[in-house]
């Protein structure tokens, strides 16, 4: 029952986010998703992939939604978990899908990633300044937390978030440059939101 309940959030959220993605490209429905697997009990799979940990926030995530909706431990976990996976859908690599998964979560949840993985223990200070600068970058034009995922203005920030970390990926440098002169105004000015001229690749879209 436990498992059922937790295969019905995850498709719901699952569709939320696709929907919101929708101009990042197609991340395809739930059953495309979880049924690409070769064992046919389509969802299992993704949910035993960490299965206690992921069924244990989908559910107490779906428990608390209607007194605290998503700003909750609980669905950062979750919307973290999906959106990496949904990066590499969009064709993301490993590390730059674990930052779309770490940004898309803060800014949907409010709770900053600060845990250290693989690839973030190097350099956290780093992966923390990328989920604050595109924080700040969504939130310059989109002053409500509690967005809408079919919201075309979220749609549209959205991509612009995803088309930069592709760029960024592509260039390295313009990557280490732009956090260096976000960091260089965190520490000696009062942080204003980041505008799409103030970095070398907010003006791509």
């Given amino acids: 029952m436990e498992m059922l309940k937790a295969i019905q959030i ?6 939320n986010i696709s929907n919101s993605l929708s101009m990042c490209g197609g991340i395809g ?17 993704i ?23 998503y700003f909750t431990d609980e669905a950062s976990f979750v919307f973290n978990y999906f959106v990496k996976r949904a990066g590499k859908k969009l064709g993301l690599k490993n590390l ?15 709770h900053i990633h600060v845990y250290l993985d693989s690839h973030s223990v ?18 310059s034009s989109c002053g409500f937390l509690d967005w809408d995922f079919n919201s075309k203005i979220v749609k549209s920030k ?19 440059q732009d956090l260096k002169n976000y960091e260089a105004n965190l520490r000696f000015d009062p942080p204003e939101p980041v ?5 070398n690749l907010m003006n791509v879209v």
């Fill in 158 to 176: 959205l991509k612009d978030i995803f088309q930069n970390l592709k760029l960024w990926q592509e260039n390295p440098e313009n990557c280490t």
């Fill in 10 to 15: 995850a498709e719901r959220e699952w569709i």
């Fill in 29 to 45: 429905g739930p059953v495309g998703k979880f049924r690409s697997e070769k064992i046919e009990v389509n969802y299992r799979i």
């Fill in 122 to 139: 190097k350099e956290p200070e780093k992966y923390i300044l990328k989920q604050l600068l595109f924080y700040d970058f969504f939130y």
């Fill in 195 to 199: 505008s799409g001229k103030e970095l």
């Fill in 96 to 110: 730059f899908a674990e930052d779309f998964g770490r940004i898309y979560s803060f800014i949907r949840t409010t």
């Fill in 47 to 69: 949910l035993a992939d960490e299965s206690k940990s992921l069924v244990k926030n989908l559910i107490e995530m779906d428990n608390q939604l209607p007194v605290y909706g």
